[in-house]
């Protein structure tokens, strides 16, 4: 059983080379193991970024064969495309504004909850709930009542205060912010990830500090921040992504469309109008290779910027 | 380690204050839920959870309101995710077994593809394997949604179970190797069954995942009576008018009971899950 890492104990008439290897016919069983990862690589990951990377230049309807066009896709989408620039302008409001308050919120409750307290399990559950919940259709339909004209929210505005509320949906200024807080409130998922983290912070840490004469401020800022960072960097790039990727909810408050005014008008929004509502899908996947290459660029600038904030217990520096 | 627990009276105003943050939280929801059991014009009246009438009229009206009964979308909804769940099991077991156990020439390179596709925005993707599943004749079918996942598509299960792998002692196998174990029993004998919490997260999430997804069956189903759950709340919006919460609340409550009861069974895979995806490294 050479194809096991610990046992193939190297005959001594193989190459340095094959032993390195493993052996092609050593390797048959992980290969067995991995056809089906393979299969699926090839023909539904590699393949079609590859094919998305050629369509991107073509003009491609799914009816007719694609035609090169060049680079006349990419030129149209930066220099005579208003609805691009919306999309992407609404995308990184959407992301600017969700991502740090969602972690933010997610931190200070996990802090919050890490003190000490009975029944931390349940307040956990309960506050993960929205998470699980969150990405349904279920909940963006409520989304669209509660902040709807004769909505929840304008209900109690008229009980509490008197006032007619507007539709905060149906309103340009202020549907975008309905889906901000549709994102804060599931803000259960990187808490859990902080509580998890915050509990491998040694005690005695803390304990020294508060026998020094540190303030809560300071072990804040000295302690829990930085033994916490590679969380928080793991949060923040995992939350960006999904930003970057948002979907569904403003589908739903929108009906598809992105509307009031292209206020919702998603990147991925706009993507899947051009490539299957207007079934322009040479367009779509030029759209799609931009996305990509943000998504790239910010998760590359995230890793750079690591060295900056990001402490490892493990790195000798 | 958190610092004690605090029993205390004095932790009684936390008490309080975390209950009533619980409760704004959870109280969009459970607003929806007692809505479901109002009539009409109470939705738009009454913000108390508690309907002054119980009715069922919602939940008989929402049943029958596309035309097709929602069982069918249920039945579809679940066709799909057990079928995901399976697969998913399935393909991304034996390539992190793989990855974590055996040795074939090229090894790293394919984990680092696997990491790579981690990344990867299934937009990319999205229009070449469209076109792909259009030139099989798999359109209006479920086998988009669900073939992927038995070519382990979904990486995250793969890169799960490598990491829970890894940390079944190596002695296990080498003992049965002795004994004169193939791969494939020590894949089936061993790893798996010393791998329950890991498999069970990956089945939890995959379901969970499968059966919120609306953008995939938006994509490919086309005909109603193909629709899943998502899909058919979605088609209740734009058949109803304005005024017809009630039903349609009534529905969304039911397409959260499969997802809601998967979390009070399986809570401490659930939260476990999550907080090792962001842990281990």
Excluded at chain 2, 100 to 118: D, I, N, S, V
Excluded at chain 2, 174 to 190: L, T
Excluded at chain 2, 262 to 271: E, R, V
Aim: glycine content about 8%; proline content about 6%; overall charge positive.
């Amino acid at each position: 059983m050479t194809a096991f890492r610990d046992t193939a104990v190297a005959a001594p008439g193989l190459s340095a080379r094959r032993r390195r290897f493993g052996g092609w016919r050593q390797g048959l069983p992980g290969y067995l193991f991995l056809a089906p990862w393979l299969a699926g690589f090839f023909l539904l990951t590699l393949g079609p970024t590859l094919v998305s990377l050629y369509l991107s230049f073509t003009d491609f309807d799914l009816l007719r064969s694609p035609q090169w066009i060049g680079g006349a896709n990419y030129e149209r989408i930066f220099t005579s495309d208003p609805k691009f620039w919306t999309s992407v302008g609404v995308t990184l409001s959407y992301v600017a504004l969700s991502v740090p308050l969602k972690l933010g919120f997610a931190l200070a409750v996990a802090m919050w909850l890490n003190r000490g307290i009975a029944g931390l399990g349940i307040y956990r559950a309960i506050f993960y709930l929205p998470s699980l919940l969150g990405g349904s259709v279920a909940v963006a339909i409520l989304w669209k009542q509660v902040f709807g004209y004769d909505g929840l929210v304008n209900q109690l505005l008229w009980l509490v205060f008197g006032v007619n509320g507007p539709s905060w949906i149906s309103n340009p200024a202020t549907s975008l912010y309905t889906l901000v807080l549709l994102s804060v409130w599931q803000f259960g998922s990187p808490m859990i990830i902080f509580l998890a983290g915050l509990r491998q912070i040694p005690r005695d840490l803390y304990e020294a500090a508060s026998i020094d004469g540190a303030t809560r401020r300071q072990q804040l800022t000295r302690i829990t921040l930085p033994l916490l960072a590679p969380v928080i960097f793991f949060n923040l790039v995992l939350q960006t992504i999904e930003a970057f990727k948002a979907f569904t909810p403003a589908f739903i408050i929108s009906g598809g469309t992105g509307g009031p005014v292209d206020s919702v008008l998603f990147y991925t929004l706009y993507l899947y109008q051009q490539g299957f509502a207007y079934f322009r899908m040479g367009y779509a996947s030029a759209l799609a290779w931009i996305l990509l290459l943000t998504i790239a660029a910010f998760t590359a600038l995230a890793f750079l910027s690591q060295r900056y904030w990001v402490y490892y217990e493990d790195d000798p520096r | 380690m958190a610092e004690e627990v605090d029993r205390s009276w004095r932790a009684l105003p936390k008490h309080v204050a975390l209950m009533l943050a619980s409760l704004a939280m959870l109280y969009p929801l459970l607003w929806m839920l007692s809505s479901s059991f109002k009539p009409e014009d109470e939705i738009f009246s009454d913000l108390s959870l508690w309907p002054q009438t119980v009715t069922l009229m919602n939940y008989v009206e929402g049943w029958f309101g596309l035309g097709i009964q929602f069982g069918r979308f249920f039945l579809n909804s679940l066709i799909v995710s057990g079928l995901a769940v399976i697969g998913n099991l399935v393909a991304c077991s034996l390539a992190a077994f793989a990855f974590a156990r055996l040795e074939f020439p090229l090894k790293k390179l394919w984990f680092a593809a696997m990491l790579g596709t981690l990344m990867l925005p299934y937009h990319v993707t999205l229009i070449p394997q469209y076109v792909l599943f259009q030139k099989l004749g798999w359109l209006n079918t479920f086998w988009p949604l669900v073939v992927p996942k038995f070519l382990a598509v979904d990486a995250f299960f793969i890169f799960l179970m490598v990491q829970f792998f890894r940390g079944i002692p190596r002695e296990l196998d080498e003992a049965a190797v002795i004994d004169g174990c193939g791969p494939w029993r020590i894949y089936w004998s061993i790893m798996l069954p010393l791998s329950r919490p890991v498999l069970a997260a990956a089945a939890i999430f995959s379901f969970i995942w499968t059966w919120d997804d609306f953008f995939g069956p938006l994509l490919y189903l086309t005909d109603v009576a193909n629709y899943t759950v998502p899909l058919a709340l979605r088609g209740f919006i734009d058949a109803t008018s304005r005024s017809a919460w009630g039903p349609l609340f009534s529905m969304s409550i039911l397409s959260l009971v499969p997802v809601f009861a998967a979390f009070l069974m399986f809570q401490k895979h659930i939260i476990e899950g999550i907080a090792a995806s962001g842990l281990k490294r």
